[in-house]
């Protein structure tokens, strides 16, 4: 383990859906002890405080879902992450996935800025992939892998220094994904594992094969992990609950073989809505996740009462 400089920053960001909550993730990572976690491995922990959204125009869009805000959201973490990623390890506490469009902007722009690739590994029972053309419901938490690789225009958002390459993103845990996203997916390089493939042949190979072409090509790894990439019974406080998730042990699986690869240069930690929570269960899970992603051990797990 390599010590960090571990920047947390907050990202309230409650507009990506119509379900309320998310709003109060940011503050339930910080009393389950994130910063304490991380300070315990010896890594130096910044926390910056809560980011806040560009100026915008409230005025309600026909289809789209508090876009205006949205995209606010989108500039003012795209600016903050890359900030952060010259001073150390943007850890962006959300906040729904929405969130994720503005931090892998800011990872894109400081890969390119040190000529090197950015890749993704999203960690999520959706795909996220859809366009603002193609979502039913409206809700951007589901846009932001159709915005940084350019499916279709996104009219009015902060431009991308060049789009994610499909080849760049592995996508684990998916279960649930519309069919509009499924056929697009299918002509795409997008590495894309199911949970039936996990149940098949394990998390472990297909993980372990991303990583090494990370590595093979210098590149930067975004971490984007959502609480509904874990089964529900494992964690609860999430508002697009999917059965047939990740189990806890194979999700510190793949936190640990993220550490043991030394990739990882960004996390994001979304989706956590406290609202839904049984005595803070999610969010001390999603702080174990993130300690075994910078170097807790398997035999240094603490011990949960509930």
């Not at 999520?124 to 892998?145: E, Q, R």
């Not at 649930?176 to 098949?200: G, W, Y």
Request: net charge negative; charged share 20%.
């Amino acid at each position: 383990m390599i010590p960090q400089h571990c920047i947390l920053q907050g990202a309230p960001l409650d507009c990506g859906k119509i379900r309320r909550g998310c709003i109060m993730g940011p503050d339930a990572y910080r009393t389950a002890g994130l910063a304490e976690a991380l300070q315990s491995l010896g890594h130096t922990v910044t926390d910056i405080g809560n980011v806040t959204p560009a100026p915008f125009d409230d005025t309600p869009h026909p289809k789209l879902h508090r876009l205006s805000e949205t995209i606010a959201w989108t500039h003012a973490l795209a600016d903050t992450t890359e900030r952060s990623l010259t001073r150390g390890m943007p850890i962006t506490m959300g906040g729904d996935h929405a969130l994720a469009a503005g931090t892998m902007l800011g990872a894109m722009r400081h890969a390119a800025a040190q000529n090197r690739p950015l890749f993704v590994l999203w960690l999520d029972a959706h795909s996220d992939f859809h366009t603002l053309d193609s979502t039913d419901s409206g809700n951007l938490h589901g846009t932001p892998m159709g915005y940084v690789t350019a499916r279709e225009p996104f009219g009015g958002w902060p431009a991308l220094p060049a789009p994610l390459p499909y080849a760049n993103i592995a996508m684990i845990g998916l279960r649930s994904v519309d069919p509009a996203e499924r056929d697009a997916l299918q002509d795409t390089a997008i590495t894309r594992v199911d949970m039936r493939e996990i149940d098949e042949s394990g998390i472990a190979r297909p993980l372990g094969a991303f990583l090494e072409r990370v590595a093979a090509a210098n590149g930067m790894l975004h971490v984007s992990l959502d609480v509904d990439f874990l089964d529900p019974a494992a964690a609860p406080a999430v508002g697009t609950t999917v059965p047939g998730g990740a189990t806890v042990r194979e999700g510190h699986l793949v936190m640990e073989m993220v550490n043991d690869s030394g990739l990882m240069t960004s996390l994001d930690l979304v989706e956590l809505n406290p609202f839904l929570d049984e005595r803070g269960r999610t969010a001390e899970l999603m702080v174990d996740l993130a300690a075994s992603a910078l170097g807790r051990n398997v035999f240094d797990r603490p011990t949960r009462a509930f």
